[in-house]
């Protein structure tokens, strides 16, 4: 039995007027992978707040013990010095900065304020073998991919000399092979007796490389699951995160499926600042009503910049090929005309291009189209507020008014802000990317759910998304995209994970 | 009681710049020994200062989109010079002269929101250029001297007042009678929507709430009105401000238009995914901006009956700072014109108020500078409560 290197006991915090966490003890053994889950808003990321310090010291009750020593952090910094270190589903790094500037951020190599950077320099090429990230120190964060700004991000911990590493939602916008990357990177530190403290909700990882599982529920701790001792399956820990078992992951629809409502033919696009790039080459893609087809691949393989050129032109250059409605040819060359055809797309990145965050989810829901609640530009309030309203209702958005915030919602809720904006639109083909990245089980299943109810109403919904479970639990067609091009096409009922993941492979090299 | 408290709580930043104005007012009545609310003194205040007002509306809603603009007070002093080489050296009529000056202003906010908009280079940058370029470029027109004075109707755009139909010696009936007006039509506005918000199940004002904050605008109304009706009525001036008050307070809550600008103003590329055409949006503020511009241009040009190359100097600061005392946001997508407009009086009272303190220009600049910083701590300390 080893010993333990930290310990939180009894630990509750206290917003006002909520109870973030009620009496939550959690403990770390030295040198383990120790997978914190729960849904969101279970209490996950405010109990690593407390941890690092973000939440100071007396603003929370109960004790933490680090290595024996009881710790009251009233900064990051603070926590930093000890070796703990917290790195962010937003990573903070500076884009414009090489990569041994960034390291070295906060930590800076030198004497006086003055900085060393041969030492500098040295330091980091023994930090990147470490993470096994083969880039120059001098090359600028912007031009590496998110994969390996993470394991930049990991460097950084290791340069302070990091006792504990945590890491929120680590893999949640890396693709398969660097997921598995970042897994192997985490059992390599367990075997130097670095211990991590994984927050994911990918469950399928969580069990890969857990030691032991602690799920939150509420703001209080249910369990936590020695892996090493017992047989744990996914089921068991959504069990245990939701309270009950969810017998299905992915909700019954029965499948009516009407003419082709949608067409694309020889869709071309090149990338938009690379000339000769082809980022969607030669696609060919339909969708008929009441079809929920499936766009899977792996990140970078071009399922977005597809999405969004047929969307009005919103990405790439020199786009060519023939958009079809019903059979006939439809000019999707602006958004405005994309729009008025019916098509919607649902962004991947709720925050950066789904929402206003700083409005209220009435001013986010009816944006896209005000013409239905205005008369000669004046817009109608009650009309507005009235139909919204029956918008909130039907997809069950958690809010205490319309006129809440969007920035003030959780993932899931934001989401539905998201559908609920092209459902007021009152589109009938729907692009929707990634819809569930990012929430938890339950929100999960009521997108599922939407996105089932739309499809029973008869509009063509195409989805895309980097879960290949979730493809093949509520798609009836799959499209496999590799390097911009459709590799394969297969029904739902056919496809197994196994087969699609050997299309992609086969076609990365 | 407790309603009214978490009332005000709610609305602390609506109403706390206008508790601030009604502390300054207060004060400098104080300061003045009563001169600052005197007929005479209002009409000046109003007359000295509506630039600011006029195009605190357009800045607002550049602002709110997301820009800025630093030309403004150089685009009015050129506007003010081409009206006034139109009409004195060419003797064009005054009318004519104000539309093709309207429609330059256009054309100038339609040159800067072209490269701001369509070719992408900051705002600041461009209104920088455009400063310096149209501060130029009155220069150019006048050759370095005042041109003036103007033909009377032109004059009365700024000193004039609305005529009185009554002739009762001494006393304007006619402003009463607007006020009067004024008053019943807000009234009736406010009755309206309620029961409108009411059938359709919105949270509404308890009665006497309501009631006590339509008697306190309608004495507001009926007080002013009372006061200018002693000296010489309204002035032209403030008719004019309170149609672009109404027009734009308007625009900004209720149309798409006024919606498309706060989404694009709060992200402009989910505004864009949502199918608002944010280029063109972008670039019609700014040709509004360009409007009303040269509307304030022409109005200091017509107060003084002369064109200056100094005019304008240090307009587009005391606009800025109205608009960001009013409760806008630098980042863009939150911002009110009534802000705006109790943000344009605050400056207005304040340069008012000091001058007649005998307060120099140096401390004049400084002390506004402080209120400015003041505001908007308040703001960033209100938003940070509501969260």
């Known amino acids: 039995m080893s010993d333990v290197i930290l310990e939180m006991r009894n630990i509750t915090k206290v917003f006002p007027g909520v109870k973030a966490l009620d009496n939550v003890s959690f403990s770390v053994r030295e040198g383990e992978i120790h997978a914190l889950v729960g849904e ?132 949640a916008s890396l693709n398969d092979s660097d997921s598995e990357k970042l897994l192997d990177l985490l059992r390599q530190f367990r075997e130097n007796g670095i211990s991590s403290i994984l927050i994911s909700h990918k469950l399928s990882e969580v069990l890969k490389v857990a030691d032991s599982i602690t799920i939150l529920r509420d703001g209080a701790t249910i369990e936590t699951l020695d892996c090493r001792k017992d047989e744990i399956t996914e089921d068991r820990i959504i069990r245990g995160m939701v309270g009950r078992d969810l017998t299905h992951r992915f909700p019954e629809r029965d499948v009516k499926i009407g003419k082709t409502i949608f067409e694309v033919k020889d869709w071309n696009v090149y990338h938009p600042l690379q000339e000769d790039r082809k980022v969607s080459d030669d696609i060919n893609l339909y969708v008929r009503e009441g079809e929920v087809v499936g766009v899977a691949g792996l990140m970078g393989a071009g399922r977005t910049e597809l999405a969004m050129s047929i969307f009005g032109r919103s990405y790439g250059k020199d786009i060519s090929g023939k958009a079809f409605k019903y059979g006939e040819e439809i000019d999707v ?78 993932g899931g809720n934001q989401q539905k802000v998201v559908l609920s904006k092209w459902l007021f639109a009152n589109q009938d083909i729907l692009f929707l990317d990634e819809p569930t990245r990012g929430i938890d089980v339950g929100a999960k299943y009521e997108i599922y759910t939407i996105i089932n109810q739309l499809a029973s109403e008869g509009k063509g919904i195409v989805l895309l998304s980097s879960e290949l479970p979730e493809l093949l639990g509520i798609c009836d067609r799959i499209y496999v995209m590799s390097k911009g091009k459709i590799v394969a096409e297969m029904k739902a009922s056919d496809a197994t994970q196994e087969k699609v993941m050997k299309h992609i492979m086969n076609n990365t090299r | 009681m407790k309603t009214l408290l978490t009332f005000l709580r709610k609305n602390v930043r609506d109403y706390g710049i206008l508790i601030a104005l009604i502390v300054i007012i207060v004060f400098f009545q104080n300061t003045t020994n009563g001169i600052l609310l005197r007929p005479i003194n209002i009409t000046n205040l109003v007359l000295q200062n509506s630039y600011i007002v006029i195009m605190a509306c357009g800045m607002l809603l550049v602002i709110v989109a997301g820009g800025i603009d630093l030309s403004v007070g150089s685009v009015a002093a050129f506007i003010g010079a081409v009206a006034a080489v139109f009409m004195v050296r060419y003797n064009m009529h005054w009318f004519l002269t104000i539309v093709l000056s309207l429609i330059l202003g256009g054309l100038i906010g339609a040159f800067q929101g072209y490269w701001i908009s369509y070719a992408k280079i900051p705002a600041f940058i461009v209104t920088l250029a455009g400063m310096l370029i149209f501060r130029g470029l009155t220069l150019v027109m006048l050759q370095g001297e005042a041109v003036g004075p103007f033909a009377v109707p032109f004059q009365r755009l700024s000193s004039g007042f609305i005529p009185d139909f009554f002739n009762y010696d001494g006393f304007h009936v006619t402003t009463v009678l607007i006020g009067v007006i004024f008053s019943v039509l807000i009234v009736v506005i406010d009755l309206i929507n309620r029961s409108k918000q009411k059938k359709y199940g919105f949270e509404v004002l308890p009665f006497y709430l309501m009631v006590v904050k339509n008697l306190l605008i309608v004495g507001a109304v009926l007080g002013l009105c009372w006061l200018m009706a002693s000296y010489k009525g309204l002035p032209t001036v403030m008719i004019i401000l309170f149609v672009l008050i109404i027009l734009y307070t308007f ?85 009110k014109i009534i802000g705006a407009v109790v943000g344009a009086f605050m400056i207005g009272v304040m340069n008012n108020g000091m001058s007649i303190m005998g307060i120099g220009i140096d401390w004049q600049q400084a002390i506004k500078g402080i209120v400015l910083l003041l505001a908007v701590l308040f703001d960033v300390y209100s938003k940070k409560k509501i969260q």
Request: net charge negative; proline share 2%.
């Open chain 1, 40 to 171: 969101n808003g279970a209490g996950k990321s405010t109990l690593m707040q407390v941890l690092s310090g973000v939440h100071p010291y007396g603003s929370y009750e109960g004790t933490i013990y680090f290595k024996g020593k009881e710790c009251q952090f009233r900064n990051i910094t603070q926590s930093e010095d000890v070796g703990l270190v917290i790195i962010h589903q937003e990573l903070a790094l500076v884009p414009f900065l090489s990569i041994v500037e960034n390291l070295f951020l906060g930590n800076e190599q030198g004497k006086n304020g003055i900085i060393d950077w041969n030492k500098a320099v040295s330091m980091s090429e023994g930090l990147l073998e470490k993470v096994g990230l083969e880039e120059a120190p001098a090359t600028l964060v912007k031009d590496l991919g998110v994969g390996k700004q993470q394991l930049v991000e990991i460097a950084k911990a290791l340069a302070k000399e990091v006792q504990l590493l945590i890491l929120d939602e680590p893999t």
């Open chain 1, 333 to 410: 060359s602006t958004i405005q005309k994309a729009i008025a055809h019916g098509i919607a797309y649902a962004t991947e990145d709720r925050k950066a291009y789904g929402l206003v965050l700083i409005h209220p989810i009435k001013d986010n829901i009816s944006i896209a189209n005000l013409a239905s609640v205005s008369n000669y530009g004046v817009i109608e309030d009650p009309k507005e507020f009235s139909m919204v309203r029956e918008f909130r209702d039907m997809l069950d958005i958690r809010c205490s008014s319309v006129l809440q915030l969007a920035l003030n919602l959780s």
């Open chain 2, 251 to 335: 625009v900004t809550s209720q149309t798409v238009i006024g919606r498309r600008i706060y989404a694009m103003g709060g992200n402009v590329k989910a505004a864009m995914l949502s199918g608002v055409n944010t280029e063109r949006l972008y670039f019609l503020t700014f040709v509004n901006m360009g409007v009303l511009a040269a509307l304030a241009g022409l109005i200091v040009a017509a107060r003084l009956n002369v064109a200056t190359p100094k005019a304008g100097d240090g307009f587009e600061l005391d606009v800025i700072a109205a608009v960001f005392i009013g409760g806008a946001s630098a980042t863009g997508g939150i911002g």
